[in-house]
């Protein structure tokens, strides 16, 4: 049985001319109707570039892209431009960030949404426009009949975004990519976006995949976790597990830059170190190796030579990571824990 959505291998190369930038190497996940996938890490590690495949927006540039992109079976990756087309907004819909950008300045909110239900379904302007009234309310946007005729920078940020949500569900799609939604909003507003997208999930049944690099929005929405380290998986599983037993020390260091996940009053803000590597020459070996403050448990020069194998975690189950440390378990309760989190790590035997 696979899965609604099931990525398979994906690869994302853009040939430069300073040479490859592997910004999607090799990453397989699988999401299923109803549920959320979270998919976190720093920028620049392709978590836009491997979401944006699912769209096909790298069709018709010098991407290199190749694997399955499974959606109710059929693979994304072998339909000709017209079929994408088809797909494109209406069993896939993306939201992105800065809506702004997404919406054209020139033309109505209204007419905008209404024309993503127009290329999709047989039916007259007036119905479209009435359709288009009915999401705005639906997303909770006050006085609809009359917001429906503004333009896109009569509106505040996060009513912008609650119109590019309208216009990414009109036509109900399965799968509903968010790229980083919220990043732009504030915290009181963000809370509200989160809350209406899980609220039109819960109604719509769709698949959804949330993008950002704030494991605060991941353990509020997402089933499962997909952590992204340099174009690949290094952590991934439900997010339960990978919240409370990470394995991963860059998974460590993303917990540890997000204070009040542990409900623990004298957790520590604790940055990690460095900077993410380039995609053009990622380190060899572990791409994390040079930032990691655990290579010294890894014998011989493992770290820094091999790349490990994305492999069942300690904790069992759908859990997987990837990291040569032997017992990484026994790490995070011993010496991560309790430095970034003391009071968790008393409580916890
Ligand atoms: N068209 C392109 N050509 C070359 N490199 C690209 C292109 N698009 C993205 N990249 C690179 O791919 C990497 C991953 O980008 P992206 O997926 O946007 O990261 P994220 O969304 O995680 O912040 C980055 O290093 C970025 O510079
Ligand atoms: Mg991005």
């Given at each position: 049985m696979t899965s609604y959505l099931s990525v398979r291998d994906l690869v994302v190369h853009f040939p430069t001319i300073d040479g490859i930038v592997k910004a999607t190497d090799g990453l397989s996940y699988e999401v299923e109707r109803g549920k959320t996938l979270g998919i976190v890490g720093e920028s620049g590690s392709g978590k836009s570039v491997s979401s944006s495949a699912i769209l096909g927006l790298h069709r018709g540039t010098n991407a290199k892209v190749s694997g399955e992109i499974l959606l109710d079976g059929d693979d994304l990756l072998q339909l000709n431009d017209e079929q994408m087309r088809?797909?494109?907004?209406?069993?896939?819909?993306?939201?992105?960030?800065?809506?702004?950008?997404?919406?054209?300045?020139?033309?109505?909110?209204?007419?905008?949404?209404?024309?993503?239900?127009?290329?999709h379904n047989r039916v007259g302007k007036k119905?479209?426009?009435?359709?288009?009234?009915?999401?705005?309310?639906?997303?909770?946007?006050?006085?609809?009949?009359?917001?429906?005729?503004?333009?896109?920078?009569?509106?505040?940020?996060?009513?912008?975004?609650?119109?590019?949500?309208?216009?990414?569900?009109?036509?109900?799609?399965?799968?509903?990519i968010a790229d980083e939604p919220t990043t732009a909003l504030d915290v009181t507003v963000q809370a509200q976006i989160l809350d209406l997208l899980q609220d039109l999930q819960r109604e719509f049944n769709s698949a959804i995949i949330i993008i950002t690099h704030d494991l605060g929005v991941v353990a509020e929405m997402a089933d499962d976790v997909l952590v992204m380290?340099?174009?690949?998986?290094?952590?991934?599983?439900?997010?339960?597990?990978?919240?409370t037993h990470p394995e991963m020390p860059y998974t460590w260091g993303l917990l540890s830059s997000v204070p009040d996940l542990s409900a623990d009053t004298n957790a520590k803000l604790i940055p990690i170190r460095g900077n993410p590597p380039s995609l053009l020459s990622p380190p060899p070996g572990c791409a994390f190796n040079p930032r990691c403050d655990h290579r010294d448990k890894v014998p011989g020069d493992l770290c820094t030579t091999q790349v490990p194998d994305l492999t069942t975690a300690r904790s069992g189950g759908n859990h997987v990571k990837r990291c040569h440390l032997a017992n990484p378990d026994e790490v995070y309760a011993t010496e991560v824990l309790p430095e970034i989190a003391p009071d968790l790590a008393k409580e916890t035997p």
């Open positions: 088809q797909h494109r907004g209406s069993d896939v819909a993306m939201i992105f960030q800065d809506p702004l950008s997404a919406m054209h300045p020139y033309y109505t909110v209204g007419n905008q949404i209404a024309e993503a239900y127009l290329v119905a479209a426009r009435a359709r288009a009234i009915e999401m705005l309310d639906r997303v909770g946007i006050p006085q609809p009949d009359r917001r429906v005729d503004d333009y896109p920078h009569q509106f505040s940020g996060g009513m912008r975004q609650r119109a590019m949500i309208a216009m990414g569900l009109i036509n109900n799609p399965g799968l509903l380290y340099a174009g690949r998986a290094v952590e991934y599983g439900p997010c339960k597990e990978i919240l």
